[in-house]
């Protein structure tokens, strides 16, 4: 009795823990605590679309890449293939890469992803003279702007072995370190959010997150108002971030540091001798595919759908269940569409409707007879 009394009350904190503010919870005889109070469902029954974004994801069969390459007329570090995980892991891939070049020098970073920003940022801070090329012209064309974007594993080949587990854990840690302490320009953009999921920790990729910077913990229910009736799962601490202000902030930042960004687009095979620089670093995502020869490289298509928040304000939390919704300050982003070998950047009503499907199916919300305009 006393041991079940013991579990009873390890589930009451656990449930407590992860409730909106203000909210309190009642004990129903012979049954988990109940939340008085729930985190509002996204406004589905007649959504008001701010837009969608297309990415495609640069999934690397064997991993991602983060190495040198030597055999050229300069020295050439590549870092790509990150899957799903790009944000996740950019800030750890950042700093490897700048591992392997050594010596301070003048540079050339391809690629103003979240994966190209965050390694230019790291050279910078060692002393290197940076420049970043790409074919894009402003942050809001790349891939990385059409991410959702939670601090997650997802989408990646992790290393393999002990040795590969570790690697992961040390760039976890520095991401989330760089994240959650980052520049005060870029503070905002970076929301501490519970994702909640009916998936256990062996299912999910926010279960591979090391355990001191997120817990995983069972919820009965889940805080979620929903129509069809509370659920049990899990909660996961994690981070929502902003991509359209955190990219826009990094870049500001890197001018200030004196990183020059210039316009190049690379077609077929990286002729380094082309590149300015003493040094080469490759952050070109899906198009590391060609710039590399690399066979490994397989684009994978998403596309989010951006809805105006529910009344009251933004959501505050993030679901991941067939797809996810995640609550941003400027829109509640819809997700969940992963199309391998597909390279399509337009936008697609059917994704748009399979997604909101998704979402109206967890949330009880009754399909409308067609989709808004």
């Not at 007329?73 to 293939?81: E, R």
């Not at 300015?276 to 952050?283: I, K, M, S, W």
């Not at 009344?311 to 995640?326: I, K, N, Q």
């Amino acid at each position: 009795m006393r041991r079940r009394a013991l579990l009873g009350r390890a589930a009451a904190l656990a449930a407590a823990a992860t409730l909106p503010p203000g909210c309190r919870t009642a004990t129903l005889r012979g049954g988990p605590p109940v939340p008085r109070g729930l985190h509002p469902a996204p406004s589905l029954d007649e959504p008001v679309f701010l837009g969608s974004r297309v990415g495609l994801r640069p999934w690397r069969a064997g991993g991602f890449r983060v190495e040198a390459d030597r055999r050229g007329t300069k020295p050439l570090v590549h870092n790509y293939g990150h899957g799903g995980a790009g944000w996740t892991l950019a800030w750890g891939s950042a700093v490897e890469a700048a591992d392997l070049l050594g010596t301070p020098r003048a540079v050339t970073v391809l690629g103003a992803g979240i994966v190209g920003l965050t390694t230019a940022a790291v050279l910078a801070e060692r002393g290197f003279r940076v420049a970043v090329a790409a074919a894009e012209r402003g942050t809001g064309a790349t891939a990385s702007a059409a991410a959702g974007a939670q601090f997650a594993p997802a989408g990646v080949v992790p290393p393999a072995g002990p040795a590969g587990a570790a690697r992961l854990g040390r760039m976890l840690l520095e991401g989330h370190r760089r994240f959650t302490r980052t520049l005060p320009s870029l503070a905002g953009a970076v929301l501490p959010r519970v994702n909640y999921s009916t998936r256990p920790p062996e299912r999910i990729a926010l279960g591979r997150l090391p355990v001191s910077i997120s817990r995983a913990r069972p919820v009965s229910p889940m805080p979620i108002r929903r129509r069809g009736g509370p659920l049990d799962g899990w909660a996961y601490d994690t981070l929502c971030i902003e991509p359209p202000a955190y990219l826009h902030g990094l870049r500001g930042h890197l001018q200030g540091q004196g990183v020059r960004f210039e316009h190049r687009r690379v077609r077929g095979r990286l002729d380094l001798g082309e590149i300015p620089g003493e040094a080469v670093v490759l952050c070109l995502g899906v198009g590391a595919r060609e710039a590399a020869g690399d066979p490994a490289v397989v684009p994978i298509r998403g596309q989010i759908e951006c809805l105006a928040p529910p009344p009251g304000g933004g959501l505050r939390y993030m679901l991941s269940d067939r797809g996810y919704a995640f609550g941003r300050r400027d829109c509640t982003v819809l997700g969940g569409t992963y199309d391998r070998g597909d390279e399509g950047l337009a936008f697609r009503a059917a994704d748009r409707a399979a997604t909101l499907a998704k979402a109206r199916r967890f949330f009880g919300t009754p399909d409308a007879a067609s989709l808004p305009r």
